[in-house]
């Protein structure tokens, strides 16, 4: 059966999460969907939970399980779904978080509406604490080449990082290769932010569809910890390498500076950070280590040829080539100014 829409849902230690998740994705309003669920072997009961959901469940036929027979990690698990997904357009969702009824409905009633390639909602994050926190695009349509790029990169957190709350056109993925990265932190930030520079037909809307739940053991939620593995932090900075390598081919297009700003931007975030929680963070990082990650995505002559965003990549690019105890001392001043630090 082929269907308009599949919801991926990777599943790894979920079960006191996995039910309210499940039945969220189930109770949409919109009939034609396929509920793709990676059993990433969490082994923890989540999957009997499915199971038995799948077998009561009147939409239980439409649920459709790849199982893995080992914990292969997040990203592989969201590969199998763009791989096996019998939809013609893809929403990806963890398997903590919930959408409301109308959340597939919405979205499909914008991609006929303006044959749009990809549709986000705006959404909501609820923090362990209770507290939610609203994130609301305005109502927007953005149908010519690069015109989504250049709003994502508009400006720092321009769109969401997370790969879930937008439904894409599952032939877009597949004809451009494009996946997730072999990480477990930021995978989805590299895939959405590269994944835009391949749209021409997109659409943003103000309703909240989507409910982000924070977890204090999630692999985003390290922060929280008394201490935390340089492996953990070293993926982070991996993935923001990888971004500023698939730079190099967009070197010609009108967002090439904002893109260059973002990435350097997140390099100073995570610098920061690590400054911030260095005595936590185990092996210990070098000033050199620490300067070393903030090498600038574009070169300086690029950077000369700039007409946005110039005087910004000029700063972050010479902070890159400052010596190490000098560059750390720049980033603790500037960090301390933002009061990030």
Known sequence: MVYDVTIGIPVYKSVDYIRRTLESALSQTYSSVEFLIVDDAGCDGSMVV?????????????IHIITHPQNMGVSVSRNHIIDEAQGQFLYFMDSDDMIVENTIELMMKNVRQYNAEIVFGSYEKIETSGEKTIYQYPSLQLLQEDELASFAYRKYAGIQASACNYLVKTSVLREHNLR?????????????????????????????????????????HYQQRDSISKEEVLQNICAISHLKETSSILCNKVYFPNRCYIIAMNDFYIACNILKRRKDIHPFFSN??????????????QIRSFHQTRIRNVILFLLSILPSNLCIMMIWFAGKAKKIL
């Open 50 to 62: 499915i199971e038995g959901i799948k077998r009561e469940h009147p939409r239980g036929n439409d």
């Open 180 to 220: 997730f990265i072999h990480t477990n932190f930021w995978e989805d930030l590299v895939f959405t932010f590269d994944l835009v520079t391949y749209i021409n037909r997109a659409v943003l809307f103000p309703d909240i569809t989507y409910s982000y739940v924070c977890r204090e053991n999630s692999l985003s």
């Open 288 to 301: 050199k280590e620490i300067k070393n990650l903030m090498k600038h995505p574009a070169t300086w002559q």
